[in-house]
């Protein structure tokens, strides 16, 4: 049962555009909800989050949009740079319910072209 | 760099043996997590430890059991391998059991099955 889908594998987007990224969930008791980036043969390093009360959270060239009657959120880039090519990661948690741990996605591999 | 480093990085083993993975969490983190990432998908939560108690499971047989240290060190033990566990094993620290956010993640640990 995926909780955390990222239903688009990959994503090739122009370097300068616009990057967006989509993820769904299906637990209603997810309120809190990050993006995670990994390189190969790196570890996921945290991105930006959102917590449930919002929707909306921009850091940078980053912004996360939630919409929660919509059970989705979507993380933009703007503008795509050639580093910001990488696999990310939806991830989510039901911190208000005492659940600590992060329920992934599988991932969107983001390709951006110079 | 997290500061947190994972041993070893690659190693193979062949099904029913026993396997240990190590990892040195970021200094003055008193949670570590433990994540299963497949080829494919995104990371699965295993356990917690929060000042070496377990702290949460995941949806992982018994086979696979922990430790954390007082040295922000802990451990991943996997008895009677099986083929389904290949996969690249991740650890993250955090500063407390209580915060849901960002977590530290170390490079990983890929683990083959024979």
């Known amino acids: 049962d995926q909780q955390v889908k990222q239903n688009s594998p990959s994503l090739s987007v122009q370097e300068g555009r616009i990057s967006i990224l989509n993820c769904d969930y299906t637990?209603?008791?997810?309120?809190?909800f990050l993006w995670y980036k990994k390189y190969p043969a790196e570890g996921p390093t945290f991105l930006i989050s959102?917590?449930?009360?919002?929707d909306k959270n921009e850091d940078g060239r980053f912004t996360v949009f939630l919409n929660k009657s919509a059970k989705h959120l979507s993380l933009h880039i703007v503008p795509s740079q050639p580093g910001d090519s990488a696999v990310y990661f939806c991830?989510?948690?039901?911190?208000?319910?005492?659940?600590?741990?992060?329920?992934f996605g599988t991932g969107t591999r983001l390709t951006i072209i110079p | 760099e997290t500061g947190v480093t994972q041993s070893p990085t690659h190693l193979i083993k062949t099904r029913g043996q026993q396997v240990t993975l190590r990892c040195s969490s970021q200094?003055?983190?008193?949670?570590v997590s433990w994540y299963q990432q497949a080829l494919g998908q995104g990371p699965q939560f295993i356990f917690q430890?929060?000042?070496?108690?377990?702290?949460g499971r995941g949806n992982f047989p018994p086979r696979f059991s922990g430790l954390q240290f007082p040295n922000y060190s802990s451990e991943l033990n996997v008895n009677a391998l099986e083929l389904d566990d290949s996969a690249l094993y991740l650890c993250?620290?955090?500063?407390?059991?209580?915060?849901?956010?960002?977590?530290?993640f170390g490079e990983g640990s890929r683990l083959t099955v024979l």
């Open positions: 959102i917590s449930s009360i919002k």
């Open positions: 637990n209603s008791m997810f309120d809190y």
């Open positions: 430890y929060y000042r070496e108690e377990e702290n």
């Open positions: 993250a620290s955090s500063v407390d059991a209580g915060w849901t956010g960002e977590l530290f």
């Open positions: 991830a989510a948690s039901a911190r208000g319910f005492g659940n600590e741990k992060l329920t």
């Open positions: 200094s003055g983190h008193n949670t």
